[in-house]
């Protein structure tokens, strides 16, 4: 079974840093576009940034600037930089995939989600 498996969130300071990470594992042929989530409290889940398979990236508004998604296929992981954090960033973060475990068998996997908190 496919599974993507997150680290790396955690209690961030205001301007402060945090790397996440999302690796997957199982029966995967390849894995095409990647993304980051995240959902605040009391509000409906929003996305964060895109990388496609060719590497091309897109960012909220929100972010723009201040993070940074990559990848690594060898590893089949993807990967977000947070820097100069804000309280407003405070969110469950969600790592999403799409996965092919056959030539023509796609589907969109969700990792469990880690919380990200920034305070003073």
């Known amino acids: 079974q496919v599974q993507l498996v997150e680290s790396g969130g955690g209690l961030g300071q205001p301007g402060g840093s945090l790397r996440l990470s999302c690796a997957a594992s199982?029966?995967?042929?390849?894995?095409?576009?990647m993304a980051w989530y995240r959902q605040a409290p009391g509000e409906r889940r929003e996305l964060v940034a895109t990388?496609?398979?060719?590497?091309?990236?897109n960012y909220a508004g929100s972010v723009k600037g201040r993070f940074t998604i990559s990848r690594d296929n060898a590893q089949k992981a993807v990967f977000l930089q947070m820097n100069n954090l804000q309280p407003e960033d405070t969110a469950v973060y969600y790592c999403?995939?799409?996965?092919?475990?056959?030539?023509?068998?796609?589907?969109?996997?969700w990792g469990q989600g880690t919380q990200v908190t920034v305070s003073s």
């Open positions: 999403n995939a799409e996965i092919y475990t056959g030539f023509y068998r796609r589907k969109q996997y």
């Open positions: 199982g029966s995967i042929l390849r894995i095409a576009n």
């Open positions: 990388i496609q398979d060719d590497s091309v990236t």
